[in-house]
């Protein structure tokens, strides 16, 4: 799987992830989450290895001009044969010098191929109510809104919700 997409005359590309892609993904994985897209308390859980919590074979990952800057984790979102079809984005990051190159379009994108390729029918995916940017990213790549849940976590004082999305393939 390769995608490109041009901004201006600088190129993203989206490839599988491999073993060799760990240390630039956990470089990402520290430093593109705050408190209003992720868990603070999230950092305290990282491994000295990105693929601690999955593999790979579940990860897609953005390069611009040669240089791994961002990454898509697609599950199964279920377990069971009756769930089958359904996939999950299970995290989205950008490295911070690389945003608004279109790299989160780019691996959206992606997920869209890769999702039609394995014959699902659904991507689903939460956001945080405060993450309004990525939630416009994801209105405008066809992601609606299906559920909120109010009140279900409480970060840096306050309660936030969360929302669940989906897109029909």
């Known amino acids: 799987m390769s995608d490109d997409r041009r901004s201006g005359d600088q190129q993203v590309t989206v ?5 060799e892609d760990d240390a630039a993904l956990l470089a990402i994985e520290r ?16 491994q000295d290895t990105f693929f601690s919590r999955s593999g790979p074979e579940a990860h897609l990952v953005a390069e611009h001009e040669g240089v791994v800057v961002g990454y898509l ?22 490295a911070h010098e690389a945003r608004r190159l279109g790299v989160a379009s780019a691996l959206l994108d992606a997920a869209t191929a890769e999702g039609r ?6 991507i689903s995916l939460h956001v945080h109510s405060t993450n309004t940017a990525a939630r416009r990213l994801y209105e405008r790549h066809g992601y609606e809104l299906e559920g909120t849940h109010p009140n279900e976590f409480l970060i840096e004082g ?12």
């Open 15 to 19: 490839r599988r992830a491999v073993e």
């Open 31 to 46: 430093s593109a989450w705050d408190a209003t897209s992720g868990f603070p308390s999230y950092q305290d859980t990282l």
């Open 73 to 94: 984790r697609l599950q199964d979102k279920y377990p069971f044969p009756e769930g089958s079809g359904v996939l999950t984005i299970n995290g989205l990051a950008v």
């Open 117 to 122: 390729l394995r014959g699902a029918r659904k």
């Open 158 to 169: 306050d309660y936030i919700a969360a929302l669940d999305m989906a897109k029909m393939l």
